[in-house]
C-alpha cells in the first residue's frame, strides 16, 4: 500500500501543469513576433535594395544584379575609427559582397518566416558588431548606437521563443533534423 501512495504521489507531482496564458503574457508574445518580423523585414529589405537597385539607398545603376558592389561604397568611404583599414582593404572584394548579401537574405528570411532563430539571431548579432566596428565611434555617443540595440533585440528573440507566434517556430522545431540537432532551432 505503501508504495501505491508514494508513486501516485509522484505521479501527482510530475503531471504537467495546465497554464492558462494571461493577457499580458500573449500581448508580450504578439510585440516579440511583431519584433521578430520588423526587424527581419530591415535585414530583408536592405538585400532587396542593394540587390536590385530599388532607389532608397542604392540606385538601379548601382544594384549588384548590374554588376555593383554592396559593400565597396561604404566600406570605402564610411567606414571610419580603428578598424578603418582592415575594412577599406575588403572593400568590394567578390567573397565580401557574396557573405554580406547571403547574411542579409537569410537573416531577413529565417526572421520573417520564424525558422531557424538561434542562427538567425547570431549571424544577425555578429553583422550588426561588425557594422558597428566599421564606424567607431558613432556619430552620436561614444560608444552606442542602433546596432548594438538591434544585436540585443535578437538575442532577446531568440531567447523569448518569438518564432512561435506569427511564425513557422513550432513546425520548423518538431523536424527531425530541428530535433535532432538543437542549434537549428
Do not use: C
Not at 505503501?2 to 493577457?23: H, S
Not at 508580450?28 to 532608397?56: C, E, M, N
Not at 537569410?106 to 525558422?115: D, M, Q, S, Y
Amino acid at each position: 500500500m505503501t508504495a501505491t501512495i508514494e508513486r501516485n504521489t509522484t505521479a501527482r507531482t510530475i503531471a504537467p501543469v495546465a497554464e492558462t496564458e494571461t493577457t499580458r503574457q500573449r500581448a508580450a508574445r504578439y510585440v516579440w513576433a511583431g519584433t521578430r518580423i520588423a526587424l527581419g523585414w530591415i535585414f530583408l529589405w536592405a538585400f532587396l535594395d542593394k540587390a536590385f537597385g530599388l532607389g532608397h539607398a542604392t540606385e538601379a545603376k548601382n544594384a549588384w544584379i548590374n554588376g555593383g558592389s554592396p559593400t565597396k561604397g561604404f566600406l570605402t568611404f564610411g567606414a571610419a575609427g580603428p578598424f578603418k583599414g582592415i575594412y577599406n582593404d575588403i572593400a568590394g572584394a567578390t567573397w565580401a559582397d557574396w557573405l554580406f548579401m547571403v547574411g542579409l537574405a537569410g537573416i531577413g528570411v529565417a526572421l520573417i518566416l520564424g525558422i531557424g532563430m538561434r542562427i538567425a539571431a547570431a549571424a544577425g548579432a555578429l553583422l550588426l558588431v561588425l557594422m558597428w566596428t566599421a564606424v567607431l565611434p558613432p556619430e552620436n555617443n561614444p560608444f552606442m548606437d542602433d546596432h548594438l540595440i538591434y544585436a540585443a533585440v535578437l538575442a532577446g528573440l531568440a531567447l523569448v521563443g518569438a518564432e512561435n507566434t506569427f511564425g513557422l517556430g513550432r513546425a520548423w522545431g518538431n523536424l527531425p533534423i530541428v530535433r535532432k540537432y538543437g542549434w537549428l532551432k
